[in-house]
């Protein structure tokens, strides 16, 4: 994709504008869990769950400890207003937050601010933060691979900020009839739970397609988990149903002479 004016500036790489003019302009709603983000706000405790198992189990952390992530810098890309930077900070990870829309790292560093959380939130692209060679133990990629033209080439440059020996966490939703039923007929147009025109099924990612990316991007062991929503509980637990929202996490070998 060749490079894009987006309010003046010129953005390029495996971004697209209408993506991130969409979410700028929702910036000042990222932490109301009653507006258009409240899907994101009931699907957290499950992804958290998740990643904090993934990560303390990869790296042989006792997930029972209140800091369980210390020590670990961790890179959350595509943070919009940090709705996952924060628990992963308050879980005692060295979080770093990016997203090409200036306005969601300004909600992002407001609201951190005002809980007390020091998060490093920049206003740049991954694939920036591949070629400066900036590396970390952790990298999160949440619901964001389904919003770019190219979701192949973002899992290679997401592999990219991961240091030999770490772990990549994405999550998703996968491109069936009952993902179109659920996550747009029903979440987007009946319930309104998100904005209307938010996803579009043909960039769904399907897990093979996926686990596909993964092995491309040199990422071995790859664990899937479904993210299902209970409509009796009104709760999302994680799960094996991975028809419509899932979560992965896949590892990134040391090199030979690391591993010694």
């Known amino acids: 994709m060749s490079a894009t004016e987006i309010r003046g500036e010129q953005v390029g790489g495996n971004v697209d504008p209408r993506e991130v003019e969409r979410f700028a302009a929702l910036a000042s709603k990222w932490w109301?869990?009653?507006?258009?983000?409240?899907?994101?706000?009931?699907?957290?405790?499950?992804?958290l769950s998740f990643i904090r198992e993934a990560v303390t189990g990869h790296f042989m952390v006792d997930s029972r400890k209140v800091r369980a992530l210390s020590d670990l810098r961790i890179l959350d890309i595509g943070c919009g207003g940090?709705?996952?930077?924060?628990?992963?900070a308050r879980l005692g990870g060295t979080v770093t937050g990016i997203d090409p829309a200036e306005e969601n790292i300004a909600a992002a560093r407001l609201h951190a601010e005002g809980q007390g959380l020091a998060i490093d939130y920049r206003p740049t692209r991954v694939e920036q933060v591949a070629e400066s060679g900036e590396r970390f133990d952790?990298?999160?990629?949440?619901e964001v691979i389904e919003h770019v033209p190219d979701p192949a080439a973002l899992i290679a440059s997401c592999a990219e900020t991961v240091r030999p020996g770490g772990l990549?966490?994405?999550?998703?939703?996968?491109?069936?009839?009952?993902?179109?039923?659920l996550?747009?007929?029903?979440?987007?147009?009946?319930?309104?739970w998100v904005p209307r025109g938010t996803h579009?099924?043909?960039?769904?990612?399907?897990?093979?397609?996926?686990?596909?990316?993964f092995a491309d991007a040199g990422l071995e062991h790859v664990r899937f988990s479904g993210l299902v929503f209970d409509p009796l509980r009104d709760r999302w637990?994680?799960?094996?149903?991975?028809?419509?929202?899932?979560i992965a996490s896949a590892e990134k070998p040391m090199t030979t002479d690391q591993a010694r």
């Open 32 to 47: 109301d869990k009653t507006g258009e983000f409240k899907a994101l706000h009931q699907i957290g405790a499950a992804r």
């Open 82 to 88: 940090g709705l996952i930077s924060e628990p992963l």
């Open 138 to 142: 952790v990298s999160v990629c949440l």
């Open 168 to 181: 990549l966490v994405v999550s998703t939703i996968n491109r069936t009839m009952k993902a179109y039923g």
């Open 183 to 192: 996550a747009i007929i029903a979440a987007e147009n009946l319930l309104r």
């Open 200 to 213: 579009q099924w043909d960039r769904f990612v399907t897990p093979q397609e996926l686990e596909a990316a």
């Open 237 to 246: 637990t994680a799960g094996s149903d991975t028809d419509v929202n899932y």
